[in-house]
């Protein structure tokens, strides 16, 4: 049973460029979150999507942006990059939005170094 | 706003020591709670989690953490460490609002492990 993955692992961009990154989750698990790790803080939450629609959103801007597939996958999207965007960024899935306390998987997360 | 704080962003121990680490939560209600263990350059794995069953809660490589509604904590222990624990460890709470929900995570905690 493979569990949360993501693509790319690692990647380096330029300031002002966009970035996808891509999120498979956990077999049978239909919510995908995105979380930004900032190196030396605790994951940050960016947004969820449950049956395709974006179900809530932390404080960030919108450059970030996202979708989910009719498969449950995701994407999370980030235009015109900035240097303090560098983070690694975590994909978590789970069953259904949180509201039964439904134990939410990370998978190994994607590294975005902007330069 | 409701929040979780860790205390102590390092704790050293010595190998077979027990291991104690702090969170305390801010919350008009009882949340979930979780501690998650992150190994170097990997994602986040959860340890345990409390969702109102026992308030003691046992986890995987033997940690286990007691949730005290009077002094709103939810510290995680083991008896005895062990070289390979050394790693970040997060606390998280999620919030039994609406019908989605969302990880809010602790700054983290460095677990170090010394012969």
């Known amino acids: 049973d493979a569990g949360v993955t993501q693509s790319p692992t690692h990647l380096i961009k330029t300031r002002g460029q966009q970035v996808t990154l891509r999120c498979s989750p956990k077999?049978?698990?239909?919510?995908v979150s995105w979380y930004q790790q900032a190196l030396g803080q605790g994951p940050q939450f960016i947004f969820q999507y449950y049956e395709e629609e974006e179900r809530q959103r932390g404080n960030f801007p919108d450059r970030f942006s996202g979708h989910q597939f009719p498969n449950y996958s995701s994407e999370l999207n980030v235009n015109a990059l900035l240097l303090g965007d560098s983070a690694l960024y975590l994909c978590?899935?789970?069953?259904?939005?949180?509201?039964?306390?439904?134990?939410?998987?990370f998978g190994e997360g994607s590294w975005l170094t902007v330069v | 706003a409701q929040s979780v704080t860790q205390l102590g962003s390092h704790v050293s121990v010595s190998e077979g020591a027990l291991v104690l680490l702090r969170c305390n939560y801010s919350?008009?209600?009882?949340?979930?709670l979780f501690w998650y263990v992150q190994y170097p350059n990997q994602g986040l794995q959860l340890l345990l989690k409390?969702?109102?069953?026992?308030?003691l809660v046992k986890g995987i490589n033997g940690f286990e953490a007691e949730f005290k509604k009077s002094e709103t904590s939810f510290h995680l222990t083991k008896p005895s460490a062990h070289m390979s624990d050394a790693a970040e460890y997060f606390c998280?709470?999620?919030?039994?609002?609406?019908?989605?929900?969302?990880?809010?995570f602790g700054t983290g905690t460095r677990l170090q492990v010394t012969l």
């Open positions: 077999s049978g698990h239909d919510t």
């Open positions: 409390y969702t109102s069953a026992a308030t």
């Open positions: 978590a899935s789970s069953l259904k939005p949180l509201a039964s306390g439904n134990t939410i998987y």
């Open positions: 919350s008009s209600v009882p949340p979930y």
């Open positions: 998280a709470v999620s919030f039994r609002t609406g019908t989605a929900s969302k990880l809010t």
